[in-house]
């Protein structure tokens, strides 16, 4: 799929500069990169047109995004939507189980009974997606899971920090999702860490966390090919 097909024209009651930015970064977060036919480069001529805007705030919205890491701006040849190495995927996840071990660990003393029901109704509402085998809607459903156990920690910088990461593990996730039994054995062990939240077990939460988020590694490592370009 095309990083174009996800584009449509930018209403002028936004700020152009701001909303540019945004359309393209959910734009590239919503396709698949690491799919073997994936188009990876980006035509500032053609986003202008698709967006019916000058080229000048494609460019500054290409430049914030390599910034941030999702794009690569190669002289004399192009700009290119970033595709991780395996190196760099697996540091990634490692990073993550670590803070949201931590955040898991915070919640239990400090997530109220209210945050943790409501935590527990929205996984069970989105496991029917699994059921339903919507491996899209359920791998989005996934992350605003991990992104609220962050939230509930108390600590904004935990979770900013997981969150930088989460936007380099949208297209991760997308892939490995449809891989193996990987969505029922999620739903499985989701169910087992809001237990231990619920329980306030500081001890168990925080390993079955990090053990939950370390299979995904483990699933990269032992299955993924080499990526083109690495």
Known sequence: MLLSDKLSPIASSFTLKDHTYDVLRDAILDINIYDADADLRLDERK??????????????ALARLAHEGLVDIVPRRG????????????????????LESM???????????????ELRQ??????MDALRANIEEYS???????????????????KE?????????????KRTMGEGN???????DHVEILDALEARDADLASR???????????????????????
């Open 208 to 230: 079955l966390v990090r053990e939950h988020t370390m299979k995904l590694h483990d699933h990269i490592r032992e299955t993924w090919q080499r990526l083109d370009g690495v």
């Open 47 to 60: 986003l202008a047109e698709q967006l019916g805007i000058s080229r000048t705030p494609i460019r500054e």
């Open 122 to 127: 929205f996984a069970m509402s989105h496991s």
């Open 79 to 98: 700009v290119f939507v970033t595709r991780k190495s395996i190196k760099e995927i697996l540091e990634m996840v490692i990073t993550w189980a670590a």
């Open 161 to 173: 920090t997981a969150d930088q990461l989460f936007q380099h593990m949208h297209a991760v996730r």
């Open 103 to 117: 955040a898991a660990r915070m919640a239990t003393s400090v997530a109220t009974d209210d945050e943790l029901r």
């Open 182 to 188: 990987r969505v029922e054995r999620s739903v499985v």
């Open 140 to 158: 989005e459903a996934n992350i605003k899971f991990h992104q609220q156990i962050l939230q509930l920690s108390g600590c904004a910088l935990l």
